[in-house]
C-alpha cells in the first residue's frame, strides 16, 4: 500500500469513528429528552419495566452509578463503600429491576435528601434503613421509591434509591448496608 492509500483509509476510520461518537451522543441526548429529571421523567423510566416483552437486565443495566454518581450523592466516607460492596453485583448482572408476573400496574413516591435527614415529609414511606444513611447524603437530592403492584393493589415488589444525578437516573438500592459492613 502506499502512502497516499494509507492516508485515506486513516481519513476514512476517523470519520467513521467520529459518525459513531455522534450518533452515540445524540441516542444518550435522546434517552435523557425521554426521562427528564423530573417526577414524570421517573414515572416514564419505571412504567418501561412493566411493558410487556421489557428487557429487565438491559434496562437496569443502564441505571447503574458510575463511580461521579456514588460522589454526587453520597459524601466522600461513604460513596466509595456503597460502591464496591454494590460493583460486583452490578458486575455479575444480579442487579435487576423486576416486577413479578401479574404487575403490570406502577406506585412512584419520591423525598428529598433533606427529608429524609429529618426523617420528615414523605421519608417514612422509604425503608427504614434510609435513616442510617440520611445523614451521609448530599443536599438536595430527590429520591424515588417505586412498586410494581398488580390492578387494584397496593402491595407489590418495591425498589428504592431512584435518583436523577449527572444527567442520568440512577438507583442505589438499599446503600445502608455498606455501613452496616463498616
Not at 454526587?72 to 456503597?82: L, M, N, Q, T, Y
Not at 460502591?83 to 435487576?96: F, I, R, S
Not at 451521609?136 to 424515588?144: A, D, N, Q, S, T
Request: hydrophobic share 45%; with cysteine; glycine share 8%.
Amino acid at each position: 500500500m502506499n502512502q497516499n492509500s494509507t492516508q485515506k483509509i486513516t481519513t476514512l476510520s476517523l470519520r467513521l469513528l467520529a459518525l459513531a461518537i455522534c450518533i452515540a451522543l445524540i441516542a444518550e441526548g435522546r434517552a435523557a429528552d425521554a426521562f427528564p429529571g423530573t417526577e414524570a421523567g421517573a414515572t416514564s423510566l419505571v412504567k418501561e419495566f412493566v411493558k410487556p416483552g421489557a428487557d429487565h437486565a438491559a434496562l437496569s443495566k443502564q441505571l447503574r452509578p458510575t463511580t461521579a454518581d456514588y460522589a454526587a450523592v453520597f459524601e466522600p466516607d461513604i460513596a466509595a463503600k456503597v460502591e464496591a460492596l454494590y460493583g460486583p453485583a452490578w458486575d455479575a448482572g444480579q442487579l435487576v429491576v423486576a416486577p413479578k408476573p401479574g404487575q403490570s400496574e406502577v406506585k412512584l413516591f419520591s423525598t428529598t435528601s433533606d427529608e429524609m435527614k429529618s426523617w420528615t415529609g414523605t421519608a417514612a414511606e422509604f425503608a427504614g434503613g434510609w435513616k442510617q444513611v440520611a445523614a451521609k447524603l448530599k443536599p438536595g437530592l430527590k429520591v424515588y421509591r417505586f412498586k410494581f403492584v398488580e390492578p387494584g393493589k397496593d402491595l407489590g415488589m418495591a425498589f428504592d434509591g431512584l435518583i436523577y444525578v449527572n444527567g442520568n437516573w440512577r438507583i442505589f438500592p438499599k446503600p445502608w448496608r455498606a455501613m452496616e459492613k463498616s
